[in-house]
Structure formats: structure tokens, C-alpha cells
């Protein structure tokens, strides 16, 4: 899909489609069996050839082992004992779980937009700190972590410069930011000169995609979509939000899923250390591309007639 051809949808539109999607996905995880066992919503890794770079080596058999290994291979060689830690977007809190499965981090805090995944969070995890919060203003003091994660939670951001400046801000100095997600090439573009100028250097910098695609690949092998408790949302039947969820989770085949195979959206896995503070008037620049960048993505990723169907 050309981008004169997508549809721009606003800020506020956006944000509708984004509530009701996750929504979604949290009724679908918490009416299955296994719903108190999925803590984990990124896209998993699978080495294949590729070396790991995980000081980490998972048994052959581990629950979530795709998802787990996706933030062990994240945070590679970066110590983490004795380090505040604060992961942005933390879902239903895997990745910080992890790092207090493997790591004597001295302290463990997600922060998530959305209450039902804090809620599910503070209920399961009791020695990790949740709370609700917006990524883009963030409720922390000035210098207060040594690490932020972000795992496949930026692309939904609408101002993503706003994000990297309060990641800037809550960092202490020589602080690391690992960073993780789906992008389009363009948008990156962007990224690096504007995480320079916000006093950034880059020092790992993956193109995982082949290693996400083969755990999309063993995913939708043992992957049964069900339908019981499903009664619809909006204009939305049983059978097209089950398709949101599938998409949403790029099983083989579907269009997220081509996507990536395609190349017209890489994942990306980057390491950068604060070395700086922002420049002053620092501004992002955005190309015709970037400024729609959210609307742009939702549309690829859904398909406009389901983007249509959920906005009021």
C-alpha cells in the first residue's frame, strides 16, 4: 500500500482504534485457560543461525521462550544488577519479570497505559512496582533510572519525539536505553539524528527480523484462535476480531506478517547510552511520511475496513 492511497485518520481516531484493539486482546487473553500464563505480548525471537547475544542460555524447553528470549537477547551484555530499571509500555509485565528472573536489578517499575494490564500486573507480580501512566510524560524525577526498556510499544506513540526526550530526561547520565519494535525504514530516518541531538549514542543496532519471522513461524504452528466468550465489539463481528487478534499477533500469512517478510517493515533492536543532555530547541524532523506515522501504521497492520468499523 503507497502512502497516497492510506487513509489519514486523527490523533483522537487513532487513540479509539488503539484502546478498543488492546481491549480486545486483554478479553481474548483473560478468557482463555491460560490467561494468568501469558504475561508477554512482543512478537518473540528464535535464533536460527544467528549468534546469540544473550549472556543468558535458556533450556531447551521454557515457557515463553520466544518472548523471554526476545528481551534477553535486548538486553545482551548490559549490566543490570544494581540498576533501576524502568521499562515503558510494559503490558502484563514478562520483560520485567525476566529481568528479575535472570538479573538483581535493584529496582523493577512499569509503567502502562492501559489499567487493565496494570491491574493484571500489580496482581501477579508483587515484588515488581506498576503503575498507569503516558509514555510521552512520563511521572518520574529527573535522573531517577539507569535503564529504560521499550519493547514493540512506540510504534502506537503519537508524539514519538515527546517519548525520547522524557526517556532523555528520566535517564541518569551514561543511562541505557533499550529499545526494541517494528519500523518502517523511513521513520528511522528520522530517529537517529533527533536521538543525537537529545544526547544519544548508538551502540548496538540489530536487524532481527529473520529472528522474529521464525518465531512467528512456530507461533502460528500451535496457534488455535477461540471464539467462545467473544460476542464482538462495535461494528465488529465474532470472526473479524478474531482476525484483529491474528493480525495483531502476525501469524504466518497474515498481512503483519507480510509485511515483515516483505521488508516494507523491518524489527529493529537498538542499544543507546546517554552521554548527553538535548540540544537546545531540539525539534524532530518529520518528513511527509513520519507525520502520519501511527495513522499510517494501524492502517498497513489492520486494513482500513476494520480501521473503519472501530471508530465512532
Known amino acids: 500500500m503507497t502512502e497516497d492511497k492510506t487513509k489519514v485518520y486523527t490523533d483522537q481516531q487513532i487513540k479509539q482504534v488503539l484502546y478498543k484493539l488492546y481491549d480486545l486482546i486483554n478479553r481474548q487473553i483473560e478468557s482463555s485457560e491460560y490467561g494468568d500464563y501469558a504475561t508477554f505480548l512482543n512478537w518473540g525471537y528464535v535464533s536460527g543461525d544467528t549468534p546469540s547475544h544473550s549472556v543468558v542460555q535458556l533450556p531447551k524447553i521454557y515457557l ?14 548490559t549490566p543490570m544488577d544494581n540498576r533501576h530499571v524502568l521499562d515503558v509500555g510494559c503490558g ?18 512499569g509503567i502502562d497505559l492501559n489499567s487493565e494490564n496494570i491491574s493484571f500486573c500489580k496482581k501477579k507480580f508483587k515484588n515488581i512496582s506498576f503503575q498507569e501512566g503516558n509514555a510521552e510524560s512520563l511521572p518520574f524525577q529527573d535522573h531517577t533510572s539507569d535503564i529504560v ?5 512506540s510504534s502506537n506513540y503519537l508524539n514519538i519525539g515527546s517519548f525520547f526526550l522524557e526517556v532523555s530526561r528520566v535517564l541518569k547520565p551514561d543511562g541505557v536505553f533499550l ?7 523511513q521513520d528511522l530516518d528520522d530517529y537517529f539524528p533527533f536521538l543525537k541531538k537529545a544526547g544519544f549514542k548508538l551502540e548496538v543496532n540489530r536487524d532481527i527480523t529473520s529472528n522474529v519471522l521464525i518465531a512467528r513461524d512456530e507461533a502460528s504452528a500451535g496457534f488455535v ?40 517493515f523491518v524489527y529493529r533492536m537498538f542499544r543507546f547510552r546517554k552521554v548527553g543532555n538535548p540540544a537546545e530547541n531540539i525539534h524532530l524532523r518529520i518528513s511527509n511520511h513520519s507525520k502520519n506515522r501511527v495513522s499510517n501504521f494501524c492502517s498497513e497492520l489492520l486494513g482500513q475496513e476494520i480501521m473503519e468499523k472501530m471508530i465512532d
Open 225 to 264: 484462535m477461540g471464539m467462545d466468550g467473544f460476542k464482538g465489539i462495535d461494528k465488529l463481528s465474532v470472526e473479524e476480531c478474531c482476525k484483529m487478534i491474528d493480525l495483531y499477533s502476525a501469524h504466518k500469512g497474515t498481512r503483519s506478517y507480510k509485511l515483515l517478510q516483505s521488508g516494507q
Open 64 to 77: 515463553n521462550k520466544s518472548s523471554t528470549q526476545l528481551i534477553l537477547e535486548l538486553v545482551g551484555d
Open 149 to 153: 526498556m521499550n519493547i514493540e510499544s
Open 92 to 109: 502484563r509485565g514478562g520483560a520485567l519479570s525476566c529481568i528479575d528472573t535472570f538479573f538483581n536489578a535493584k529496582s523493577l517499575t
Open 179 to 185: 529499545y526494541t519494535d517494528i519500523f518502517n525504514l
